[in-house]
């Protein structure tokens, strides 16, 4: 029987926006977490837009149907950060419930501890106004991201 590496991959954009409210009304929405850490802390980007808008988190995005997870880790790093980095392994997951609370989804993070790989290295954000590294979290961050990183001693 094939596993998932073994399944064939055609990356699609995203959903559109009524699809996706009503399928993530109603499941689960898995996501990857990108976590790359220095010696300066951890990297965070700000969102821009969205419910979450002006928070700092650890950059992540949704799984497409049929994307490995470590796929979608590149992916994310790629668009997020304009970074190549490659997956060194799993860290865990983190749940939302503050989502569901405030009525949006009920993702799920996959977190991923990630290293940039030697041609991102010493690179340039591609956007550097929304990343930045910390080693103290910000206040202005998700409290389950917050406990997350904690709990894995990445940040204080």
Do not use: N
């Not at 959903?15 to 976590?35: G, H, K, N, S």
């Not at 949006?104 to 690179?123: C, H, K, M, N, Y």
């Amino acid at each position: 029987m094939p596993g998932p590496s073994d399944m064939p991959f055609a990356p699609q954009g995203p959903l559109p926006q009524a699809e996706y409210e009503a399928i993530y009304a109603r499941v689960p929405r898995l996501t990857v977490e990108v976590v790359i850490t220095s010696q300066a802390g951890v990297l965070l980007t700000r969102r821009e837009a969205g419910p979450c808008q002006g928070l700092w988190h650890i950059p992540g995005g949704t799984v497409r149907f049929g994307e490995p997870l470590v796929a979608a880790v590149a992916r994310v790093a790629q668009h997020e950060l304009g970074l190549e980095v490659r997956a060194e392994g799993l860290l865990g997951y983190i749940e939302y419930p503050s989502h569901l609370e405030a009525g949006l989804d009920w993702p799920v993070g996959i977190a991923f501890r990630t290293e940039l790989a030697a041609s991102s290295a010493g690179q340039p954000f591609a956007r550097p106004e929304v990343a930045s590294w910390f080693s103290q979290l910000p206040d202005e961050m998700h409290d389950e991201q917050k406990a997350f990183l904690r709990a894995h001693g990445l940040a204080t």
